[in-house]
């Protein structure tokens, strides 16, 4: 008996060892390490030495599951020294084998599931100006486009041809004409990306419409969505499950201007995953509550969704009223209370309604390793949780947030 039973737990060793042998985990580690963890026993089993600046802003390294690592900081990000990144508009890659790095231009680069291609993207803009110098009229198209890794050999994937020429009304075309951006699942192009257009504004962006292109084949076939995806979050890989945020935007200094929701939109249906007001009735007072990530299990029923605040130090100090608020005593304490558990991780099931499964206070989200456990950051390390929100184990690797860690 006792050896049939040790045959049992071998054989269900050997099962949890396949169903996770599709992930693995990098963590970024100081000073300059990125470090490759096996899911076992969550023991080191490889490194590459990265740049320092990555350590700086993990949020703009994407990952792809081959191993394969991209860094590229917006214009307007400082780095050390207080040198803003467009000054030196370059991308880091590692390739798996060699560090490459490579200017940007105002071009944006994805990693490639394929581990043999980068994807590319970009805005083109043809401006006339009037007599004073100042910007008339624009017109904008997009291109994306693969290379091989040391971005030669381009074979474009998709053309969008010119606009109808836009009046520049403020004298900076930017303020009130449309540009593209684009999305891609954790920054790496596999069967779908995303395209949004959108006008950025002189305070805020102002969003027209979200294009899903779909692999078929060697062609990329379009797929307008019902709404403008303002901040995506996650998606399935073909992206019949998207899920994005919908910002309370704030203005002329107030935080809590709006309601702050994430959605999901499944084979096309609407639903509302979180819902600032709904779920913390924060309404008079200048605190938000947003969700910052999402993952999908692999089999797309469930997801995990980052819950943090813009006031992560107001549950001791002075919480002012929002533009309208009126002093509520009960609202305020309960503000409180939320603000002192954050960040927090909601696990919801996709049905219809979407119901929430489990909150877990004082984590964020990294990933999901299968369908039943979720690797999360608490507390300086990473941790195991089950899907209903129950603590399975901690784990020896150090991180200082959830943005350190990848997994894929």
């Not at 690592?69 to 207080?82: K, S, Y």
């Amino acid at each position: 008996m006792r050896y049939g039973w040790s045959l049992l737990l071998a054989f269900l060793l050997v099962l949890e060892s396949r169903a996770q042998a599709g992930k693995r985990l990098w963590v970024l580690e100081a000073p300059d390490q990125m470090v490759e963890y096996d899911l076992g026993a969550f023991a080191a089993v490889a490194h590459v030495t990265v740049p320092k600046r990555l350590l700086e802003h993990p949020q703009y390294l994407s990952v792809n599951a081959r191993g394969q690592l991209l860094f590229q900081l917006p214009r307007d990000v400082e780095i050390a020294g207080g040198e803003t990144a467009a000054a030196g508009h370059r991308a880091w890659l590692w390739d798996g084998r060699q560090p490459r790095e490579f200017p940007l231009g105002d071009r944006q680069v994805f990693l490639a599931a394929d581990g043999q291609s980068l994807v590319w993207f970009e805005n083109r803009f043809v401006t006339a100006a009037g007599a004073d110098g100042r910007e008339r009229s624009v017109r904008a198209s997009a291109r994306v486009w693969r290379t091989n890794l040391a971005g030669a050999a381009e074979q474009t994937l998709v053309a969008i041809p010119a606009s109808a020429s836009c009046q520049c009304t403020t004298g900076t075309c930017s303020e009130s004409c449309p540009e593209w951006s684009m999305w891609a699942p954790d920054g790496a192009v596999a069967d779908s990306f995303l395209m949004t257009r959108f006008v950025p504004g002189q305070l805020e962006a102002t969003y027209e419409r979200t294009v899903l292109y779909r692999r078929a084949s060697e062609r990329w076939q379009p797929a307008p969505l019902a709404e403008p995806l303002e901040s995506v979050l996650a998606a399935s890989p073909r992206g019949d499950v998207l899920i994005a945020a919908v910002i309370d935007p704030g203005c002329c200094g107030w935080l809590n201007e709006g309601n702050d929701q994430a959605v999901v939109l499944n084979n096309g249906r609407r639903s509302v995953l979180f819902d600032e007001t709904e779920r913390f009735n924060n309404r008079n007072y200048d605190v938000s509550f947003y969700a910052t990530t999402a993952h999908l299990a692999p089999g797309r029923t469930v997801t995990a969704q980052t819950i943090t605040s813009d006031a992560p130090a107001a549950a001791n100090g002075d919480i002012r009223l929002s533009s309208d608020g009126k002093a509520s005593a009960d609202e305020l304490a309960r503000v409180r209370r939320a603000i002192a558990e954050m960040p927090m991780v909601e696990i919801v099931r996709l049905a219809s309604p979407p119901q929430t499964v489990a909150t877990i206070r004082h984590v964020a989200v990294v990933g999901w390793m299968n369908d039943r456990e979720l690797l999360v950051a608490e507390g300086g390390h990473l941790a195991v949780y089950d899907a209903s929100g129950k603590k399975i184990k901690d784990t020896p690797v150090r991180v200082r947030g959830a943005a350190d860690a990848f997994l894929r």
